[in-house]
């Protein structure tokens, strides 16, 4: 009887890292310096300085202090640079969840009219040293530890809720209808 929950478990475990190297596979990385890269551009209706203003009450929404956390607004060209983290967790050998690292992320965000673009860059460990999330990627490293790909999934996870909530709230309001009476 133990060694079938001992197989079962050992097969669930192999179907649990064989779906995270896969979810790991699909990170979009920039060809031009091999670094993950979230970008998209999205069809909106709307001028860049609407859009631009959708922007900010989304900032004003989605983030507690969204002032401290841009470094840029720039109505005139229609860019937003913003500084933020990801918090991760992790399951220990309890298989409790628990709070793990932050990693830092930039985002950009540029406006044109009639669309505009996300980009997340920039993914770094929070230590004390410069620690780039890439590193995470090569399972050679004598350092791996299989936690990484969790956190890469984690990463993932965030950064397509992220957008999500960015592009329903970069949606125009509805025209309100008068009731006439």
């Known amino acids: 009887m133990k ?13 649990m ?10 990170l979009p990385m920039n060809p031009e310096n091999n670094k993950i890269r979230f970008q998209e551009v999205v069809t909106e209706t709307g001028t860049k300085d609407e859009l631009f203003n959708r922007s900010i009450n989304w900032l004003n929404n989605y ?12 109505q005139p060209t229609g860019k937003i640079i913003g500084r933020h983290t990801i918090r991760l967790q992790f399951t220990d050998d309890d298989g409790v969840r628990r709070d793990g690292a932050s990693v830092f992320y930039e985002f950009t965000l540029e406006m044109r009219d009639e669309r505009y673009r996300y980009t997340i860059t920039d993914l770094l460990l929070r230590t004390a040293s410069r620690y780039e999330i890439e590193k995470w990627l090569n399972k050679d490293d004598p350092a ?4 990484w790909d969790d956190y890469l999934v984690q990463i993932a996870k965030y950064v397509e809720q992220w957008s999500a909530n960015l592009k329903e709230m970069m949606k125009p309001e509805p025209e309100k209808v008068e009731d006439e009476w």
């Not at 060694?3 to 179907?15: F, H, P």
């Not at 890292?17 to 699909?26: E, H, P, R, W």
């Not at 507690?64 to 956390?69: E, F, H, N, S």
């Open 3 to 15: 060694k079938k929950y001992a197989l079962l478990i050992t097969t669930l475990m192999i179907g």
């Open 17 to 26: 890292v064989n779906f995270l190297n896969a979810q790991t596979d699909k």
């Open 63 to 74: 983030y507690k202090d969204p002032v401290r956390i841009t470094s840029v607004r720039d």
């Open 144 to 147: 791996y530890d299989p936690r």
